[in-house]
């Protein structure tokens, strides 16, 4: 299978598995939502890992020669756009699952694992779908879709939120590749590591995470995400509404003493 799932302990990895630096297809789409979906829904895996098979492709993007639908007169095109899957059967024949990759909502940690070439689609999902990243120094991230005449990358993945505009700008603008180093420098990644130490370190990141109490990881989770969209006054009620939930569900189970409940009354 293109896109390989699997759990260990509390640990779920999803690798991506097509070639030798690793093209999405549209099958591969459905697949990581599907994998996502089991990933949310779970309860004994409290984080995840995203990679990339090999050395020289974390993901270099959608695969344009993959079998697509073709033929469609203008009015079959604009009915797959706006009801993507309503005719698909069982194997995709275009990249709409993507849509329903990126718009999941997710309140588990994944952790990236960037190895060789990350472009295009795998960026975007790189950006989307991660939240800590640990970079090979092989590894190469960006969006050379500007070349091809397909704009559109900055505002699917929200770039800007994650790196200051002028960067974001330079990436989308040139279409140039950014190495590990510069990556690392802007904070797109968090640590740059050998290729062989890639794997290793992103499990010890995600054990260091596991360790925490999981209701705790995800109301953290929640909070931050979605306090990024709020004024001060709502990201303030809304978290401390979520800490006082925490709070009562602790004090009923008794998984933290009372000292601890009431230090921050």
Not at 20 to 43: E, G, I, R, S, Y
Not at 121 to 128: E, F, T, V
Not at 153 to 167: D, E
Request: with cysteine; aromatic share 8%; net charge negative.
């Amino acid at each position: 299978m293109p896109l390989h799932y699997e759990k260990n302990g509390h640990v779920a990895v999803f690798t991506i598995e097509n070639g030798t630096v690793n093209p999405t297809t549209p099958a591969m789409h459905k697949q990581l939502f599907l994998a996502l979906k089991d990933f949310q829904a779970d309860t004994s895996i409290r984080c995840g890992i995203l990679t990339g098979k090999g050395e020289r492709g974390f993901c270099a993007g959608d695969d344009l020669k993959a079998p697509m639908k073709s033929g469609l007169t203008a009015k079959q095109e604009l009915t797959d756009h706006l009801w993507p899957h309503s005719d698909e059967g069982e194997e995709p024949a275009d990249f709409s699952w993507s849509r329903d990759v990126l718009a999941m909502e997710r309140f588990k940690p994944i952790i990236g694992a960037v190895n060789g070439w990350c472009l295009g689609q795998g960026m975007i999902y790189l950006l989307s779908l991660t939240d800590i990243r640990i970079a090979s120094t092989n590894a190469k991230f960006g969006f050379p879709e500007i070349a091809y005449g397909m704009g559109g990358a900055g505002g699917t993945s929200r770039l800007s939120l994650q790196v200051p505009h002028t960067v974001a700008m330079w990436m989308l603008l040139t279409g140039d590749a950014m190495e590990a180093e510069e990556a690392l420098s802007c904070h797109l990644v968090n640590k740059v590591v050998s290729p062989e130490a890639l794997m290793d370190e992103a499990h010890r990141v995600a054990e260091r995470i596991c360790r925490h109490p999981p209701h705790a990881v995800r109301v953290e989770m929640e909070a931050y995400l979605r306090c990024r969209g709020l004024s001060q006054a709502d990201a303030l009620a809304f978290t401390k509404h979520l800490y006082r939930v925490q709070r009562m569900g602790l004090r009923e189970d008794g998984s933290r003493p009372d000292a601890f409940l009431y230090r921050r009354s």
